[in-house]
């Protein structure tokens, strides 16, 4: 069966991108997603037990093995802030090595363009960035051994990435925020069900907001003209099963609990990571003294009063270098 996770990051920053992150993974035939009480079998789907020899939950591990946990609780840990990120995210990445920011953009399906609203994006920067090749390289063996063993193979990583130019249009023809941020998510779960050809499906999807009922999106942007049936609705938990063998479930802190989707938000938050860099870097190189951003409201409007002369020099338009909500 194939087991999946999405996680978004930069949802509610003013300036750089809001991106949605994916992961899968094919588990041995048999296994079950769910218990006899139809909520998920955690025990069943405990990544970070079937793949222990290799993966733990928390950045300090004396075995030093790859923490994949919530990216916030991972960007927080320590006093340089990519250094579990980068390992985890280079770990499980395909196309390794990745000798710099634009060929794992392209690894992850990661869609950016250089653009009047975003010159950065034509100056890719070297990676790693904190580890070493050398170290990335024994984390990846780390991993690969450990799959292995536990017969699981990792299907899919990939960030689906919106600058401010295009999440603008994409905000002009929906109206609303969530249902952008949602677009990005059904998108990400109709290209795991893609994966399936045929077998079963189970897909954590972190909650946004404190809605219930995901029924009718459902229906619209991934069903392809399937029956979906609700399972379970509450505050916590939603789960759907979609067409034949598709199980989708909706839960608040579905980070935590799991591990696809504590590696998607992983993904999603490196990504952004990165693509601030090049836009500090673009800047920082007009204005040496301008402090970088990670472009979050208060902070973004103090970058985006500074910036404004080099904006006008460079004939960078705001309306697609800001977001509009």
């Given at each position: 069966m194939i087991y999946g996770g999405i996680d978004e990051s930069g949802y509610g920053p003013l300036l750089g991108p809001l991106c949605v992150g994916a992961s899968a993974f094919r588990l041995p035939d048999g296994t079950r997603p769910l218990g006899t009480d139809g909520a998920p079998d955690l025990d069943a789907l405990d990544l970070w037990r079937h793949l222990e020899f290799a993966v733990c939950r928390k950045p300090k591990d004396p075995r030093r093995r790859i923490a994949v946990a919530d990216s916030k609780k991972l960007k927080s840990a320590g006093k340089q802030p990519l250094v579990h990120l980068e390992r985890g995210?280079?770990?499980?990445?395909?196309?390794?090595?990745?000798a710099d920011d634009a060929a794992l953009f392209a690894a992850l399906g990661v869609q950016?363009?250089?653009?009047?609203?975003?010159?950065?994006?034509?100056?890719?920067?070297?990676?790693?960035?904190?580890?070493?090749?050398?170290?990335?390289?024994?984390?990846?063996?780390?991993?690969?051994?450990?799959?292995?063993?536990?017969?699981?193979?990792?299907?899919?990583?990939?960030?689906?990435a919106l600058d401010p130019e295009?999440?603008?249009?994409?905000?002009?023809?929906?109206?609303?925020?969530?249902?952008?941020?949602?677009?990005?998510?059904?998108?990400a779960?109709?290209?795991?069900?893609?994966?399936?050809?045929?077998?079963?499906?189970?897909?954590?999807?972190?909650?946004?907001?404190?809605?219930?009922?995901?029924?009718e999106e459902l229906e619209s942007?991934?069903?392809?003209?399937?029956?979906?049936?609700?399972?379970?609705?509450?505050?916590?938990?939603?789960?759907?099963?979609?067409?034949?063998?598709?199980?989708?479930?909706?839960?608040?802190?579905?980070?935590?609990r799991h591990l696809p989707v504590a590696l998607a938000s992983m993904a999603a938050?490196?990504?952004?990571?990165?693509?601030?860099?090049?836009?500090?870097?673009?800047?920082?190189?007009?204005?040496?003294?301008?402090?970088?951003?990670?472009?979050?409201?208060?902070?973004?409007?103090?970058y985006l009063a500074e910036v404004k002369p080099i904006l006008a020099q460079e004939g960078i338009p705001e309306a697609g270098f800001v977001r509009v909500v």
């Open positions: 995210v280079l770990a499980f990445a395909p196309g390794a090595p990745h950016t363009r250089a653009s009047r609203s975003s010159p950065w994006h034509a100056s890719p920067r070297p990676l790693p960035i904190v580890q070493t090749p050398d170290g990335i390289a024994i984390a990846r063996n780390l991993l690969a051994r450990s799959c292995e063993d536990a017969r699981i193979h990792i299907e899919r990583l990939a960030v689906s295009d999440f603008n249009a994409l905000y002009g023809s929906l109206r609303n925020k969530a249902r952008v941020n949602m677009s990005l998510v059904f998108g779960l109709r290209a795991l069900d893609d994966l399936r050809d045929g077998t079963p499906a189970f897909v954590a999807i972190d909650r946004q907001g404190g809605r219930a009922s995901y029924r942007h991934v069903a392809r003209g399937e029956e979906v049936r609700v399972l379970h609705e509450d505050l916590e938990r939603s789960t759907y099963e979609v067409g034949n063998g598709l199980l989708v479930s909706f839960e608040v802190a579905a980070e935590d938050k490196y990504v952004r990571e990165l693509s601030m860099a090049r836009l500090n870097a673009y800047f920082s190189a007009f204005l040496p003294e301008v402090a970088p951003t990670a472009g979050y409201v208060e902070d973004g409007r103090r």
